[in-house]
C-alpha cells in the first residue's frame, strides 16, 4: 500500500508540472484567504486593561498574490524579531526565510527544498555568514490503520 501511494504521488506530481496546476494544489479555502490578503498588511495591537495603554504587538505584509513575506514580533521595547519570506515563482511556495533579531541582524536562514507533491522535502539552516549548520528533512509515512 506504502508503494501505491508514492507511484500515484510521482504521477499526480508529473501532471503538476506548470505553474497553474501547482497553484491547484491548494484548497478553494486557501485560494481565498490568499485572495482576501493580497497587498494587506495586518497590525494587531494590544491594550492594557488597567492603563488603557496600547503597543504593537505584531505585524504582517502581504505580497500582490496574499503571500505573507514578512512577519515582525514587538515588545514593549521594541521589535523582538522580524522573518522575511522569498517564494519561488513557479511553485508558489517558501524557498528562503531570513529571521532578524531585535537589532534587526540577520542571525538565521532556512532555506526549503519541496517534493513534486508539495510537502517539504529539506529545510537547511545556516548561519548569517552562510555557513550551513544543519538539515532537517522530512519523512512523510502514511498508515492504513
Given at each position: 500500500?506504502?508503494?501505491?501511494?508514492?507511484?500515484?504521488?510521482i504521477?499526480?506530481?508529473?501532471?503538476?508540472s506548470?505553474s497553474?496546476?501547482?497553484?491547484s494544489?491548494?484548497t478553494?479555502e486557501?485560494?481565498?484567504k490568499?485572495?482576501?490578503?493580497k497587498?494587506l498588511?495586518?497590525?494587531?495591537?494590544?491594550?492594557?486593561?488597567?492603563?488603557?495603554?496600547r503597543w504593537?504587538?505584531?505585524?504582517?505584509?502581504?505580497?500582490?498574490?496574499g503571500r505573507?513575506?514578512?512577519e515582525i514580533e514587538?515588545?514593549t521595547?521594541?521589535?523582538?524579531?522580524r522573518?522575511?519570506?522569498?517564494?519561488?515563482d513557479?511553485?508558489?511556495?517558501?524557498?528562503?526565510?531570513?529571521?532578524?533579531?531585535?537589532?534587526?541582524r540577520?542571525?538565521r536562514i532556512r532555506k526549503?527544498e519541496?517534493?513534486?507533491d508539495g510537502?517539504k522535502?529539506k529545510?537547511?539552516?545556516?548561519?548569517p555568514?552562510?555557513?550551513?549548520?544543519?538539515?532537517?528533512v522530512f519523512?512523510y509515512?502514511?498508515s492504513d490503520?
Amino acid at each position: 500500500m506504502k508503494h501505491t501511494l508514492s507511484i500515484i504521488a510521482i504521477a499526480l506530481c508529473a501532471m503538476c508540472s506548470t505553474s497553474l496546476c501547482a497553484q491547484s494544489l491548494l484548497t478553494p479555502e486557501q485560494l481565498a484567504k490568499r485572495e482576501r490578503h493580497k497587498n494587506l498588511t495586518v497590525k494587531e495591537w494590544n491594550t492594557d486593561d488597567k492603563t488603557k495603554t496600547r503597543w504593537l504587538d505584531r505585524v504582517k505584509v502581504y505580497d500582490s498574490q496574499g503571500r505573507c513575506v514578512e512577519e515582525i514580533e514587538y515588545a514593549t521595547y521594541g521589535q523582538k524579531w522580524r522573518i522575511t519570506s522569498t517564494y519561488d515563482d513557479v511553485t508558489g511556495k517558501v524557498v528562503e526565510e531570513v529571521e532578524y533579531n531585535d537589532r534587526n541582524r540577520p542571525v538565521r536562514i532556512r532555506k526549503y527544498e519541496w517534493n513534486a507533491d508539495g510537502t517539504k522535502a529539506k529545510q537547511y539552516n545556516y548561519l548569517p555568514n552562510g555557513k550551513l549548520y544543519s538539515v532537517k528533512v522530512f519523512e512523510y509515512i502514511f498508515s492504513d490503520k
